[in-house]
């Protein structure tokens, strides 16, 4: 089946070590989408690709990057996490932009920062 | 701006009763409106979508939602609500222009045997 898919689903990293989280995705959509949702929250759009178009939110902290080396597959980097960093992290994707708004969601990445 | 307003933070029912969760929007134009569902420690689900045309939307799981221009609003409703239905609800509507959705702060739903 067509979806989205997030690994690791659950994260462990250590205060201020680099981490990565990987989203794929097999619907050949042109839009991805990075959200940060913490506990009973709705979700926070970090940042999204419209095909290699780069759109970073203006409240989204330096500390966030992002990596889209192909359609398939976007990548969450955050350079230095911090303990405020915990979260479930949310890759979305979308087939169009302005036109078709529907997104389609992985399960989620559960960070934790010790 | 635009915005969603999500009233009840939560609710509780009984297993076999009916349901309303209440959405209102702020948009000048027709807006695009969406419904998730989320489990505890999942993604989110679309459950229905409003675009056009029939203002009575019908989704998965046994769930509706109706459009009231007049009202502002996209209440979701489920006629029999099932322990299963427990979970977080949010309602979106997507931001003019972009590629972006606005979603409400959600409800989170609780069902008793």
């Known amino acids: 089946d067509a979806m989205v898919i997030q690994n690791p689903r659950y994260q462990v990293t250590q205060f201020g070590k680099p981490v990565t989280l990987s989203c794929s995705q097999t619907?050949?959509?042109?839009?991805m989408y990075w959200y940060q949702q913490k506990s009973s929250q709705a979700p926070k759009l970090l940042f999204h690709y419209y095909d290699k178009d780069f759109n970073n939110e203006a409240d989204t902290p330096d500390n966030f990057q992002s990596r889209r080396p192909n359609t398939s597959f976007c990548f969450l980097d955050i350079r230095s996490p911090g303990l405020g960093d915990a979260a479930m992290y949310l890759c979305?994707?979308?087939?169009?932009?302005?036109?078709?708004?529907?997104?389609?969601f992985g399960p989620g990445t559960r960070l934790t920062v010790t | 701006a635009q915005s969603v307003t999500q009233p009840d933070i939560h609710i509780t029912v009984s297993e076999g009763a009916s349901l309303e969760l209440r959405c209102n929007y702020s948009y000048g134009a027709t807006p695009y409106l969406f419904w998730y569902v989320q489990s505890p420690g999942q993604g989110l689900q679309l459950l229905l979508k409003y675009f056009s045309g029939d203002t009575l939307v019908q989704g998965i799981k046994g769930f509706e939602a109706e459009f009231k221009r007049s009202q502002s609003s996209f209440n979701l409703r489920k006629p029999s609500v099932h322990w299963s239905d427990a979970a977080e609800y949010f309602c979106?509507?997507?931001?003019?222009?972009?590629?972006?959705?606005?979603f409400g702060t959600g409800t989170r739903l609780q069902v008793f045997p």
């Open positions: 979106a509507v997507g931001a003019e222009n972009t590629d972006k959705l606005i």
């Open positions: 979305a994707t979308s087939r169009e932009g302005a036109v078709n708004h529907e997104q389609y």
């Open positions: 619907l050949n959509h042109n839009v």
